[in-house]
């Protein structure tokens, strides 16, 4: 357990309103991630953080904005839903390896179920 | 041409047999390799991470590694009903990238 927390577990909104997501962690690590899981797709990057007020897009950024201003917190927010961004939202968290180098191995949270009416 | 490539299966053995599990990457300058188990329903679980050529155990798993052919694989060993479910397989190279999981059932 890294101490990912995520909120709500949860949600259906409708098409147009936005919505934010919360990711917290206990452990002060460095960098954070938020992923989108869809069937046939895996897992895909949305965003990710390197330090508090440092962000950079992900392979699925398009309709997605995200915030830290605290190395425990990294928000993601859709600023319009709309229904392709039904999906299942994980964050994650990721520390290096005792080797070192820049290898991390990462670690997520329980996830967000989300569904855009 | 995705930059992970997995069997999506479903890939069924009997209890105490082995699973194989393959993983194909085109990044070639992919640096660590990961396998995650996901439960329905649930989070991915970090389970075995490699980094070299060979074959890493961890009890009842082993991942292989050939950086030459672009291949990791994930032997799980005297197969337990309780190991039914997705494996993903995780790519760092300049980026995370994961495959889209291989489903698995251990029939009782």
């Known amino acids: 357990d890294a101490g990912i927390t995520q909120s709500p577990r949860h949600k259906v909104t409708e098409t147009g309103t936005p919505v934010t997501l919360r990711c917290h962690q206990t452990?002060?690590?460095?960098?954070m991630y938020w992923y989108r899981q869809d069937p046939g797709h895996g897992l895909r990057l949305i965003h990710y953080?390197?330090?508090?007020?440092?962000?950079d897009k992900g392979e699925v950024s398009d309709g997605y904005s995200v915030s830290r201003s605290k190395t425990e917190d990294f928000l993601l927010t859709l600023e319009s839903a709309t229904s392709s961004q039904t999906s299942v939202y994980f964050c994650?968290?990721?520390?290096?390896?005792?080797?070192?180098?820049?290898?991390?191995?990462?670690?997520f949270g329980p996830g967000t179920r989300l569904t855009v009416l | 041409q995705k930059e992970v490539e997995q069997n999506s299966g479903p890939l069924s053995v009997p209890e105490g047999a082995i699973a194989s599990l393959n993983c194909t990457y085109s990044?070639?300058?992919?640096?660590?390799f990961f396998w995650y188990r996901q439960y329905s329903g649930k989070s991915p679980e970090l389970i075995m991470s490699?980094?070299?050529?060979g074959d890493k155990e961890d009890g009842r798993f082993t991942a292989q590694l050939n950086k030459a052919s672009q291949y990791v694989s994930l032997l799980i060993r005297d197969s337990q009903p309780s190991d039914s479910a997705t494996y993903l397989c995780?790519?760092?190279?300049?980026?995370?990238?994961f495959g889209t999981g291989t489903s698995l059932t251990v029939i009782p």
């Open positions: 990044d070639r300058v992919s640096q660590s």
């Open positions: 490699i980094y070299s050529n």
């Open positions: 994650a968290i990721s520390e290096s390896t005792p080797r070192g180098q820049g290898i991390h191995e990462q670690f």
């Open positions: 452990e002060n690590h460095r960098y």
């Open positions: 953080s390197y330090g508090v007020k440092d962000t």
């Open positions: 995780a790519v760092n190279g300049n980026q995370f990238y």
